[in-house]
T-cell receptor
Framework: KAGVTQTPRYLIKTRGQQVTLSCSPI?????VSWYQQTPGQGLQFLFE???????NKGNFPGRFSGRQFSNSRSEMNVSTLELGDSALYLC???????????FGQGTRLTVV | KNEVEQSPQNLTAQEGEFITINCSYS?????LHWLQQHPGGGIVSLFM???GKKKHGRLIATINIQEKHSSLHITASHPRDSAVYIC?????????????FGQGTRLTINP
């Protein structure tokens, strides 16, 4: 059974640009959550999607958005990138939102 | 005050030693997760606990709901156990799980 797949693994962007990250959950999992990890703040919850609906959102500005498709794949978008957005972005999938979460390898975003 | 506190922040030990990492929290939870993160970033879920104790190989996790405390133990530690161990609180909001993470414990096992 394939695990959670995140693409791309590494990304370098310039300030002001926008970026889209992708997460393919484990087959059958309908919940996808996104997290940001920085050295200063650690891991922080961004948002959670279930059946194409955002059910939960963390304390991040509106520049951070996401969506989920009918096949449960999810994308996260960050617009008007800032240097402070440089981080490891992780997604996790679970069957229905509660229960064990399975994490992807992450996308390391560097904003220059 | 953070909702979840891990200790110690850093731990260095010799191969074979018994390791304990602690996690204390201050809010009501539906479950607690122990996660392992190796250099490179990928996170592996080790345990999800809502009560009692779980064991998987050389790893043991316990939780005391009344005292709001959990521990992760590693018996017969090995250099390959070197990683960051993260405790995460799970709360359910409208059926959706939200994880709140500790700062992590960086474990180094020397041969």
């Amino acid at each position: 059974k394939a695990g959670v797949t995140q693409t791309p693994r590494y990304l370098i962007k310039t300030r002001g640009q926008q970026v889209t990250l992708s997460c393919s959950p484990i087959s059958g999992h309908r919940s996808v959550s996104w997290y940001q990890q920085t050295p200063g703040q650690g891991l922080q919850f961004l948002f959670e999607y279930f059946s194409e609906t955002q059910r939960n959102k963390g304390n991040f500005p509106g520049r951070f958005s996401g969506r989920q498709f009918s096949n449960s794949r999810s994308e996260m978008n960050v617009s008007t990138l800032e240097l402070g957005d440089s981080a490891l972005y992780l997604c996790a999938s679970s069957l229905a939102g509660a229960g064990e979460a399975f994490f992807g390898q992450g996308t390391r975003l560097t904003v220059v | 005050k953070n909702e979840v506190e891990q200790s110690p922040q850093n731990l260095t030990a010799q191969e074979g030693e018994f390791i304990t990492i602690n996690c204390s929290y201050s809010v009501g939870i539906s479950a607690l997760h122990w996660l392992q993160q190796h250099p490179g970033g990928g996170i592996v879920s080790l345990f999800m606990l809502s009560s009692g104790k779980k064991k998987h190989g050389r790893l043991i996790a316990t939780i005391n709901i009344q005292e709001k405390h959990s521990s992760l133990h590693i018996t017969a530690s090995h250099p390959r156990d070197s990683a960051v161990y993260i405790c995460a609180l799970s709360t359910l909001i409208q059926g959706a799980q939200k994880l709140v993470f500790g700062q992590g414990t960086r474990l180094t096992i020397n041969p």
